[in-house]
């Protein structure tokens, strides 16, 4: 996971985009994701904000006094909510078919 958070990190676009309000619209942001997933609600926001928090959470983890257990299943969320924004909502191969035309096949 560690790994995967390094090569995906998009912290770099969200430096530029935030310029001096970086650490504390981070904050912001990982807040929202939590406060997310401890209601049961779906993961909210882009895939790359799903990723900023990822690769937030993974250097933040150790700090936070959290069992490794419970950090693994939030991190497993947000990968969750990452696939689910990429699944083809037209059909497995990209074509022109209606949704429900043919079966969707596995990310």
Known sequence: MIRFADAYNPSPHFQ???GENYQSNLGSLWERFVQAYKSG???PGSPDEM???F???I???PHLG???P???MFLRWLIDGIRQRFQDPIGSNGDDK???DEQKQPV
């Open 16 to 18: 530029k985009k935030w």
């Open 98 to 100: 209606e949704k429900g």
């Open 66 to 68: 959290v069992p490794e």
């Open 41 to 43: 609600a779906v993961t």
């Open 70 to 72: 419970h950090k693994v």
């Open 55 to 57: 690769a937030y959470d």
């Open 51 to 53: 990723l900023m928090c």
């Open 59 to 61: 250097v933040l983890g």
